[in-house]
């Protein structure tokens, strides 16, 4: 970063971590532990699909490497969302395969496209939750709806507390971007 980018307030985009996903499996273990939330065995990557035939290629391949595990849905804000399942107690095996989604729309030159992959869950009185990777940011947050399009705000900052020493949490709480309708929550 230069001198004029220091005076005129403009930083250098954090570049992602996307092996940051797999610390999520022993995050989840204390989130469990601290909250009662375990993992649903769903999780979802958010895209803006590109024009062409080398992302329709790309997004063809990806769907058929993870087979029936996978869900493709557009959601009304313009993006793509391919969510993928597995079952609860195994959420290593869906944070490698959100991984994988990443790193090959990323290696095929579609990383801009990429807006955020999620891993939800859940607990026995109905609390939701999300845990949300920015993928321009690098940094993670959690997402908890409420009915009528409102969040729990009170578990998203118990969560962040909890978390804090787990994951590389988003400090900009204005960054921390509701996901209605995200598949899986």
Not at 45 to 51: L, P
Not at 78 to 96: C, H, I, N
Request: glycine residues 10%; charged residues 20%.
């Amino acid at each position: 970063m230069g001198w004029l980018d220091a005076l005129f307030g403009r930083s250098k985009p954090v570049k992602p971590n996307l092996d940051a996903l797999f610390a999520l499996p022993s995050a989840a273990v204390t989130l469990q532990a601290a909250t009662g939330l375990e993992p649903t065995g769903l999780g979802s990557v958010a895209f803006r699909a590109a024009e062409g035939g080398a992302f329709a290629t790309l997004e063809r391949d990806v769907k058929a490497l993870l087979g029936e595990r996978v869900e493709d849905i557009d959601d009304d804000y313009g993006y793509t969302w391919l969510q993928v399942r597995r079952p609860p107690d195994a959420l290593s095996d869906l944070v490698t395969e959100l991984h994988a989604v990443n790193s090959s729309l990323e290696g095929a030159g579609f990383g801009p496209s990429l807006l955020c992959s999620l891993a939800s869950f859940a607990d026995p009185e109905g609390r939701r939750l999300a845990i949300v990777y920015l993928y321009k940011r690098g940094t993670f947050y959690p997402f908890a709806p409420l009915p009528g399009q409102r969040r729990d705000n009170a578990l998203e900052l118990q969560v962040r507390g909890v978390l804090s020493t787990e994951l590389p949490l988003e400090e900009d709480l204005g960054r921390w971007f509701p996901v209605w309708g995200a598949p899986g929550l």
